[in-house]
C-alpha cells in the first residue's frame, strides 16, 4: 500500500459515509493575516464560525479532502524524524448541527478507530490516545474519556494534557477552536527511550508517533484572548500523510519511505557521502526540495518579502548544504524531476514544471553562492572574536545579513551549530535603524513618487495623474498577465511613468495591447478614487494589496478605484498616494516600452495623452 493508496482508500472510507471530496485549496492562505496554508480548515474558516451556509455551497455538511500544507514555523527542527515544511494533510469534517445524522465527539472516534483498525488493519493493542484535562475557565473534556473507554481503549492507554498539547487553534489569532484528542501509534521499544515515563508527548524519542488529531470545535477565541461557545460545533480532523505513510510502510520516518527515499537516492549519486552518513543533511536538502516545487508551481519567486522570502530562504540553506555534502553540479535537475512526477499524479499543475523549477533553483542558489563562501568565512573569523563569550552582537549579525545576504534564520542555524547565540534583540535594533535611514529613497521607490518635489502645482498635478494611472497599470497587469505580477518599484516624472514588476514569462504584442485597452477602458468609465485611512493590518484584511509590508507604518492610507453604481473593484492598494479624484482626467494611457531588467523582473514606460 502506497501513499496515494492511502487516499484513495480514506476518500472511499468517508464518501460511503456520506462525505463529499472536496479540493485541496492554494498553499497561499485566504486569510492575509498569515502566509501559508497550514491546515485542511482554513478554506473552511466561515463555514466553521457559521458565517457561511455549507449546505448551499457543498449540499452537505460532511466533508473530506488531502490538503497542501507548509508551515515554516518548525523549519530549524526539518531534519529530525517528525518534522516537514511542505506535508499532506487528509481530513473529515462535519460542519453544524441539524437533524440529517451530524455527527460529533462519538461519531468521529468511531469512524477513526474503523479506519485505522478495521480498514488500514493497524493494531488496536498500540493504539494510545491523549485528551484535554481542562485548563483556566475551560473544562475537562470528559466526554472524549467515557466515549474511548467505550471504544475498547481502556484507562492507562488514555493521557490527559493542557492547551499546549490538548486544545487545537485558532489557526488566525481569533477564530474556531476547541479540545482536540489525538490518536498515537506505538512503534514498539527500538523506537524508544527506556524510561518509566515514556509515552505520548515524550520529550526523549519518538516511540509514540501521533498519526490523528480529531478536533472539536466549540468555542470561538475572541481578540481579547477570552473563549466564547461557537453557534454550532464542528468536527475538524487531520492526518499527517508522511506518518502515516512511514507507519503503513514500517519505515523509521517518512524520509525513507516512496515520499523521498527515491529522490534521497538520487541526491546520493552526485555526492561522496552516504545517507547514513549524514540523515540530516539528505533530509534537509529533500524536504526543502519538495517544497520548493510546491511553491514554485503556486507562482511564488525569490524575494526579499512575504512567500517569496521563505522561498528564498529555502534555496539559500540548500546551497549551504550542498556544500556540506559535497554535491557536484546538476544534481538537482534528478530529484526535482522525481517529485514533479510523483505528485503531479495527484496535483496535475505540477506536470511539465521542472525545467521551471530547476532553473528557478540553480539561477537563486548559485547567485547566493558566490557570497556565501565569503560569508562562511566571515562568519568563522567573527566566531574567533567572540570565542570567550560564545554571543555574537547584533551589529555584527546585521552586518553579515546586510553584506552577505545571510537571511536571520540561517545566521541562527550557524550559530547553533557553533555553540554560539546571537543577540537578536540587537539586531533588530539595527535593522530599524537602517530602516529609518534608507525611508526617503525607499517612499520614492516604493509609493511616495516624490511629488512633494514637484517644481509647481501645474507639475504637481501632472504627477499625481501618472501616479493614479500606474496602479490602474498594475491591476491591469495583475488580470490580463496573471495575480502572481508584484511590484517591484516605480518612478514616476512629469513626462512618463516607469513601473517595474516581477513576471517570469516573456510578454507578448497582444497582451501589451490588452493591457493598455484595460486601462484606456477604465479611464473611459470614469472610476472614482475612494481614500480610507486604517491600521495596517485591517488594510490587508480588507484585500488591498501589499508587496512592501516592511516599509508600511502602523497607520496607513488604502487608495480603492471602484465604479460608483456596480461597486466593482478595479484597484486597490496601500499607498502613500495622492491621486486624482475619477480617473476620467486622466487622458489617453500609452506604453512606449516593455523591457526585462533582470532574472523575472520587468519594466514597462508609459505616458498619458493631452493631461
Excluded at 493521557?159 to 477552536?177: A, H, I, L, R
Excluded at 480529531?214 to 461557537?230: A, C, G, R, W
Excluded at 556544500?323 to 514533479?340: A, D, H, Q, S
Excluded at 505540477?350 to 547567485?367: A, H, M, R
Aim: one cysteine or more; charged letters at 30%; glycine letters at 6%.
Amino acid at each position: 500500500m502506497n501513499s496515494n493508496d492511502i487516499i484513495n482508500i480514506f476518500f472511499d472510507f468517508f464518501q460511503k459515509r456520506g462525505h463529499k471530496i472536496i479540493p485541496s485549496s492554494s498553499l497561499i492562505a485566504p486569510n492575509p493575516s498569515t502566509l501559508f496554508t497550514a491546515a485542511g480548515m482554513q478554506q473552511l474558516n466561515s463555514y466553521l464560525l457559521g458565517e457561511k451556509d455549507v449546505i448551499k455551497d457543498f449540499r452537505t455538511r460532511h466533508l473530506v479532502s488531502c490538503q497542501k500544507c507548509f508551515r515554516a514555523n518548525d523549519i530549524n527542527e526539518v531534519g529530525d524524524e517528525r518534522h516537514h515544511t511542505f506535508f499532506e494533510m487528509l481530513g473529515n469534517w462535519s460542519i453544524g448541527q441539524d437533524k440529517n445524522g451530524n455527527y460529533f465527539k462519538e461519531g468521529a472516534i468511531k469512524y477513526a478507530l474503523e479506519f485505522l483498525v478495521d480498514t488500514l488493519k493497524l493494531d488496536k493493542n498500540k493504539i494510545q490516545v491523549t485528551i484535554f484535562k481542562g485548563e483556566g475557565e475551560l473544562p475537562r473534556d470528559e466526554e472524549s474519556l467515557k466515549i474511548w473507554q467505550k471504544n475498547g481503549i481502556s484507562l492507562p492507554k488514555i493521557k490527559e494534557f493542557g492547551m499546549s498539547d490538548n486544545f487545537w487553534g485558532p489557526v488566525y489569532q481569533t477564530g474556531p477552536c476547541g479540545p482536540c484528542t489525538e490518536i498515537y501509534y506505538d512503534r514498539g521499544e527500538e523506537f524508544g527511550c527506556k524510561k518509566k515515563s515514556c509515552g505520548p508527548n515524550c520529550e526523549y524519542c519518538n516511540r509514540y508517533l501521533e498519526i490523528w488529531n480529531l478536533v472539536f470545535m466549540e468555542y470561538e477565541k475572541k481578540e481579547d484572548n477570552s473563549f466564547t461557545f461557537l453557534k454550532q460545533k464542528n468536527v475538524d480532523t487531520g492526518i499527517g500523510l508522511e506518518r502515516l505513510t512511514s507507519i503503513i510502510e514500517k519505515k523509521e520516518t517518512a524520509y525513507e519511505t516512496e515520499l523521498f527515499f527515491p529522490a534521497i537516492l538520487e541526491i546520493e549519486k552526485y555526492s561522496n557521502l552516504k545517507y547514513q552518513e549524514a540523515k540530516r543533511n539528505f533530509r534537509i536538502i529533500a524536504d526543502h526540495l519538495r517544497a520548493i516545487v510546491f511553491l514554485v508551481s503556486e507562482g511564488i519567486l525569490p524575494s526579499n518579502v512575504s512567500h517569496g522570502y521563505i522561498l528564498r530562504f529555502l534555496i539559500r540553506r540548500i546551497a549551504r548544504i550542498e556544500i556540506l555534502l559535497n554535491l557536484k553540479e546538476g544534481w538537482e535537475k534528478l530529484p526535482v524531476k522525481y517529485f514533479v512526477d510523483f505528485y503531479g499524479k495527484r496535483y496535475p499543475e505540477l506536470i511539465d514544471k521542472d525545467k521551471k523549477i530547476i532553473s528557478i533553483i540553480y539561477e537563486e542558489k548559485n547567485k547566493f553562492k558566490k557570497t556565501l563562501e565569503k560569508g562562511l568565512k566571515e562568519f568563522e573569523n567573527q566566531c574567533k572574536k567572540f570565542e570567550k563569550e560564545k554571543i555574537i552582537p547584533g551589529k555584527i549579525v546585521f552586518y553579515l545579513y546586510q553584506s552577505f545576504g545571510f537571511p536571520i534564520e540561517l545566521l541562527k542555524e550557524l550559530a547553533r551549530e557553533n555553540n554560539f547565540i546571537i543577540k537578536e534583540d540587537e539586531f533588530w535594533e539595527e535593522f530599524k535603524k537602517h530602516k529609518e535611514i534608507s525611508k526617503i529613497g525607499s517612499e520614492k521607490k516604493f509609493g511616495g513618487v516624490g511629488i512633494e518635489l514637484a517644481k509647481n502645482e501645474k507639475e504637481k498635478e501632472v504627477l499625481t495623474k501618472y501616479h493614479t494611472a500606474t496602479h490602474l497599470l498594475h491591476s491591469a497587469l495583475r488580470k490580463i498577465l496573471d495575480l502572481t505580477v508584484k511590484q517591484a518599484g516605480s518612478d514616476i516624472k512629469p513626462e512618463r511613468l516607469r513601473f517595474d514588476f516581477f513576471y517570469d514569462k516573456k510578454i507578448t504584442d497582444n497582451e501589451i495591447k490588452k493591457i493598455e485597452d484595460l486601462v484606456n477602458q477604465k479611464i473611459k468609465e470614469n472610476l472614482i478614487v475612494k481614500k480610507e485611512i486604517m491600521p495596517l493590518e485591517e488594510a490587508i484584511k480588507t484585500g488591498a494589496l501589499a508587496f512592501f509590508k516592511e516599509k508600511y507604518p502602523e497607520t496607513v492610507s488604502v487608495y480603492t478605484i471602484l465604479n460608483e453604481k456596480t461597486g466593482e473593484v478595479f484597484s486597490k492598494e496601500i499607498c502613500a498616494g495622492p491621486h486624482v479624484k475619477e480617473t476620467g482626467i486622466l487622458g489617453i494611457f500609452k506604453i512606449q516600452k516593455v523591457e526585462s531588467i533582470g532574472k523575472n523582473t520587468k519594466r514597462i514606460k508609459a505616458i498619458l495623452i493631452n493631461n
